[in-house]
């Protein structure tokens, strides 16, 4: 062992052997993120840190932004920030695109009853149906080119192509006089419109909230209600008046105003990580995923029954005049406000998953209640509660989808996937429906009620099965 005296004349150090001392005095190059980097001596006065140098402080990284060419809304981070301003501004973003999506959608009723009796009254309740049904079965079938655009930071595209097209195919609407005019406006053009800019507003959120995200996405949907309380009143009360035309206009006046609301709001938090296919391989083999699904598709090819058909049950039967049929879609409405914030604030301590279920049980029970209808007051009771349990339906459905969905840079691939097959039983359900209930001289009101009540539990046992899968993986009652 030789011993070798260091400058410091009080301080011997001793080594093994002269190489010993040669590594001491020149210390090999560190590895870091493949560079091999000296370590420098600190300038006087800094903090000496022994921490081998990264690539990160080699050289500053780009500067990032989004596909769209806008920064981010905020400086990229693995920690979500559920809550702040930034946050809550993308919750009123999307609450304002639920207006112009699923609040029209729950506004059809009437243009049914109206189609019926006046604009398109040579034909079937069947072929008026497929333009309601189109028009949210779109929004879904959308939803695959959608979410794989903004996994790849598109958002801000979509946002303003699908606003263009709800608000020109809502103008488009009012000048319409024939059978595939309406189709092709109210339809096809604002259907592809609300399927660019759903999927997007409800996948957004996932970045700004983690633990009360069913509860942001809950209040974000309270739109669509308040606009089907609205818009059916608008309409009933402005179409004796100024005539179908300047009724339609006045719908997308508003619709064009509310659109303004997430254009200058809404921005993604995190630049896309990157490209990816619109199928995400790995969710077919997701046995809770796929059996969700299933059920989702089953629940929405009937869920819509009610809104579309409960005015005109209603005038059939004697239970409603033609000018308070209307309403019923408003009382719809009404109720489903406390069933997209009651559930969803519930979801965030008990599961997003857990809710659903019941919210569809409750609903199917309800649906076997239409059975009984026959006065006024039932149907008040009824359109209330099945728009609270209904609403829980649609504005779980995307937490629930966000909650098993491993990787959040995969959630808008996974919605596309979902939202295509529940778009594609909500395009052929109602019509369906329509087709069972027959001509209006002879309606068979018992088997298009039964249809829409066992769907609806035949999907609450697939969530159930799936729910039930979840527990045996991850062990825990929460889901």
Same mark, same amino acid.
């Given at each position: 062992?030789?011993?070798?005296?260091?400058?410091?004349?009080?301080?011997?150090?001793?080594?093994?052997?002269?190489?010993?001392?040669?590594?001491?005095?020149?210390?090999?190059?560190?590895?870091?993120?493949?560079?091999?980097?000296?370590?420098?001596?600190? *300038?006087?006065?800094?903090?000496?840190?022994? *921490?081998?140098?990264?690539?990160?402080?080699? *050289?500053?990284?780009?500067?990032?932004?989004?596909?769209?060419?806008?920064?981010?809304?905020?400086?990229?981070?693995?920690?979500? /920030?559920?809550?702040?301003? @930034?946050? #809550?501004?993308?919750?009123?973003?999307?609450?304002?695109?639920?207006?112009?999506?699923?609040?029209?959608?729950?506004?059809?009723?009437?243009?049914?009853?109206?189609?019926?009796?006046?604009?398109? %009254?040579?034909?079937?309740?069947?072929?008026?149906?497929?333009?309601?049904?189109?028009?949210?079965?779109?929004?879904?079938?959308?939803?695959?080119?959608?979410?794989?655009?903004?996994?790849?930071?598109?958002?801000?595209?979509?946002?303003?192509?699908?606003?263009?097209?709800?608000?020109?195919?809502?103008?488009?609407?009012?000048?319409? @006089?024939?059978? #595939?005019?309406?189709?092709?406006?109210?339809?096809?053009?604002?259907?592809?419109?609300?399927?660019?800019?759903?999927?997007?507003?409800?996948?957004?959120?996932?970045?700004?909230?983690?633990?009360?995200?069913?509860?942001?996405?809950?209040?974000? !949907?309270?739109? !669509?209600?308040?606009?089907?309380?609205?818009?059916?009143?608008?309409?009933?009360?402005?179409?004796?008046?100024?005539?179908?035309?300047?009724?339609?206009?006045?719908?997308?006046?508003?619709?064009?105003?509310?659109?303004?609301?997430?254009?200058?709001?809404?921005?993604? %938090?995190?630049?896309?990580?990157?490209?990816? !296919?619109?199928?995400?391989?790995?969710?077919?083999?997701?046995? /809770?995923?796929?059996?969700?699904?299933?059920?989702? *598709?089953?629940?929405?090819?009937?869920?819509? +029954?009610?809104?579309?058909?409960?005015?005109?049950?209603?005038?059939?039967?004697?239970?409603?005049?033609?000018?308070?049929?209307?309403?019923? +879609?408003?009382?719809?409405?009404?109720?489903?406000?406390?069933?997209?914030?009651?559930?969803?604030?519930?979801?965030?301590?008990?599961?997003?998953?857990?809710?659903?279920?019941?919210?569809?049980?409750?609903?199917?029970?309800?649906?076997?209640?239409?059975?009984?209808?026959?006065?006024?007051?039932?149907?008040?009771?009824?359109?209330?509660?099945?728009?609270?349990? !209904?609403?829980?339906?649609?504005?779980?459905?995307?937490?629930?989808? +966000?909650?098993?969905?491993?990787?959040?840079?995969?959630?808008?691939?996974?919605?596309?996937?979902?939202?295509?097959?529940?778009?594609?039983?909500?395009?052929?359900?109602?019509?369906?429906?329509?087709?069972?209930?027959?001509?209006?001289?002879?309606?068979?009101?018992?088997?298009?009620?039964?249809?829409?009540?066992?769907?609806?539990?035949?999907?609450?046992?697939?969530?159930?099965?799936?729910?039930?899968?979840?527990?045996?993986?991850?062990?825990?009652?929460?889901?």
């Amino acid at each position: 062992m030789a011993a070798v005296m260091d400058q410091d004349p009080e301080k011997t150090v001793y080594y093994n052997s002269e190489s010993d001392r040669t590594e001491a005095d020149h210390p090999p190059l560190k590895m870091s993120d493949g560079l091999e980097t000296p370590t420098e001596k600190p *300038a006087d006065g800094a903090f000496e840190s022994h *921490a081998p140098a990264s690539s990160s402080q080699l *050289a500053a990284p780009p500067a990032q932004t989004t596909t769209d060419g806008t920064p981010p809304a905020a400086p990229p981070s693995n920690d979500i /920030p559920d809550g702040g301003l @930034t946050a #809550w501004l993308q919750v009123l973003g999307s609450t304002a695109i639920l207006v112009n999506t699923w609040g029209v959608i729950n506004t059809f009723g009437v243009f049914q009853a109206y189609y019926e009796s006046e604009l398109l %009254r040579d034909h079937s309740s069947s072929d008026i149906s497929w333009i309601g049904s189109t028009q949210a079965g779109l929004l879904f079938l959308v939803g695959v080119v959608a979410g794989p655009l903004y996994d790849a930071g598109h958002f801000r595209h979509l946002l303003f192509v699908g606003l263009f097209l709800i608000v020109f195919g809502q103008f488009m609407t009012s000048l319409c @006089t024939q059978f #595939w005019q309406v189709m092709l406006a109210q339809g096809i053009t604002m259907g592809i419109g609300m399927g660019l800019t759903f999927l997007p507003s409800a996948a957004i959120l996932g970045q700004y909230f983690s633990r009360h995200r069913a509860l942001a996405l809950g209040l974000s !949907s309270v739109g !669509s209600p308040v606009a089907g309380v609205i818009f059916p009143i608008m309409f009933s009360r402005l179409q004796p008046q100024v005539g179908f035309g300047w009724a339609t206009r006045a719908i997308a006046f508003i619709l064009l105003a509310v659109s303004a609301v997430p254009i200058a709001f809404m921005r993604t %938090r995190v630049p896309p990580r990157a490209k990816r !296919s619109f199928i995400d391989t790995s969710a077919l083999t997701d046995a /809770p995923y796929v059996l969700f699904i299933a059920g989702g *598709a089953l629940a929405f090819l009937t869920l819509y +029954v009610t809104f579309f058909y409960i005015s005109l049950f209603a005038i059939s039967h004697g239970v409603a005049s033609e000018s308070f049929a209307p309403y019923l +879609v408003t009382l719809l409405n009404a109720g489903s406000v406390f069933g997209r914030i009651i559930p969803n604030a519930l979801a965030d301590r008990y599961g997003s998953l857990n809710l659903l279920i019941i919210c569809i049980v409750a609903s199917a029970v309800l649906v076997f209640g239409w059975l009984g209808i026959d006065n006024l007051g039932g149907a008040v009771v009824y359109t209330l509660l099945y728009g609270a349990f !209904s609403g829980g339906v649609v504005s779980l459905t995307p937490s629930v989808i +966000v909650g098993l969905s491993p990787d959040m840079s995969r959630v808008g691939a996974r919605m596309g996937m979902g939202f295509l097959v529940m778009g594609v039983s909500i395009l052929v359900g109602t019509p369906i429906a329509g087709a069972i209930l027959g001509d209006k001289e002879n309606p068979r009101w018992l088997g298009t009620i039964l249809y829409a009540a066992f769907g609806l539990l035949v999907a609450a046992a697939l969530d159930i099965l799936s729910r039930f899968l979840l527990y045996r993986q991850k062990k825990a009652w929460k889901a």
